[in-house]
């Protein structure tokens, strides 16, 4: 069974500092894929990223970069000199290739950006 | 523009009067889903659709129902609704693909409260 783990339920951090965001994944399946979305405070789920479990190279898009390690299950997030419009909760998902098309979402971490 | 539509976004109702919300998708996706958000529980899944007349339960389908008649029309119907499912609802939808791997796309939400 797949399961995604976010174990910061909230970070607080003053702008210009860099955070990272963790997401620790279980599955099974030797192919799977990763997303991480984006809910500002309006409300609204928004895509920032995938990566399949072949591609290890990480990502950078910005001031965000992604950093996935199959050795420790990981596919953590870093915001690099955070600003007030990065608070939001982020949510990391895991869909394994195999079986029903249902994704698995950690219960997401809360980024609150003071100014 | 591509887009996931859902109404009504806002909702105030009694326990036991049926209601349904609609989602519609202009993209032409294969695959449409039902969440709902709760504090503290992340996103869990509700319904969700392969294609045309092709629905299946997710990880919290008790009492809802849904229907996809039609390929860019997926609504969530809820016969008799209890205070309980007072939550905020998703409808997504995603290019299933080859392997299935497509992000998914969210509507707006809708904010559904059961007094």
Same mark, same amino acid.
């Given at each position: 069974?797949?399961?995604?783990?976010?174990?910061?339920?909230?970070?607080?951090?003053? %702008?210009? %500092?860099?955070?990272?965001?963790?997401?620790?994944?279980? @599955?099974?399946?030797?192919?799977?894929?990763? +997303?991480?979305?984006?809910?500002?405070? *309006?409300?609204?789920?928004?895509?920032?990223?995938?990566?399949? *479990?072949?591609?290890?190279?990480? %990502?950078? *898009?910005?001031?965000?970069?992604?950093?996935?390690?199959?050795?420790?299950?990981? +596919?953590?997030?870093?915001? @690099?000199?955070?600003?007030?419009?990065?608070?939001?909760?982020? !949510?990391?998902?895991?869909?394994?290739?195999?079986?029903?098309?249902?994704?698995? !979402?950690?219960?997401? @971490?809360?980024?609150?950006?003071?100014? | 523009?591509?887009? &996931?539509?859902?109404? /009504?976004?806002?909702?105030?109702?009694?326990?036991?009067?049926?209601?349904? &919300?609609?989602?519609?998708?202009?993209?032409?996706?294969?695959?449409?889903?039902?969440?709902?958000?709760? =504090?503290?529980?992340?996103?869990?899944?509700?319904?969700?659709?392969?294609?045309?007349?092709?629905?299946?339960?997710?990880?919290? /389908?008790?009492?809802?129902? &849904?229907?996809?008649?039609?390929?860019?029309?997926? /609504?969530?119907?809820?016969?008799? /609704?209890? =205070?309980?499912?007072?939550?905020?609802?998703?409808?997504?939808?995603?290019?299933?693909?080859?392997?299935?791997?497509?992000?998914?796309?969210?509507?707006?939400?809708?904010?559904?409260?059961?007094?």
């Amino acid at each position: 069974a797949q399961k995604v783990t976010q174990a910061q339920t909230e970070i607080s951090v003053v %702008e210009k %500092e860099d955070v990272t965001l963790d997401c620790v994944y279980e @599955t099974r399946d030797t192919t799977y894929y990763l +997303f991480w979305y984006k809910q500002p405070p *309006s409300g609204e789920l928004v895509f920032l990223i995938r990566r399949n *479990s072949f591609d290890e190279q990480n %990502e950078i *898009s910005g001031r965000y970069s992604w950093n996935f390690q199959k050795s420790t299950s990981s +596919f953590n997030f870093t915001i @690099t000199a955070s600003q007030v419009v990065d608070s939001a909760v982020y !949510f990391c998902a895991l869909k394994e290739s195999g079986g029903s098309y249902i994704p698995t !979402f950690g219960r997401g @971490t809360s980024l609150i950006v003071h100014p | 523009e591509a887009q &996931v539509t859902q109404n /009504p976004r806002y909702l105030i109702t009694v326990t036991g009067k049926k209601l349904t &919300v609609t989602c519609s998708q202009n993209m032409n996706h294969e695959y449409m889903s039902w969440y709902r958000q709760d =504090p503290g529980l992340g996103l869990r899944q509700i319904y969700y659709s392969m294609n045309v007349e092709a629905t299946d339960k997710g990880d919290v /389908p008790e009492g809802y129902k &849904v229907s996809r008649k039609e390929k860019r029309n997926f /609504p969530l119907i809820l016969e008799s /609704p209890s =205070p309980n499912q007072t939550s905020l609802y998703f409808c997504a939808s995603s290019l299933m693909g080859l392997t299935g791997t497509g992000e998914l796309f969210f509507g707006e939400g809708s904010r559904l409260t059961v007094l």
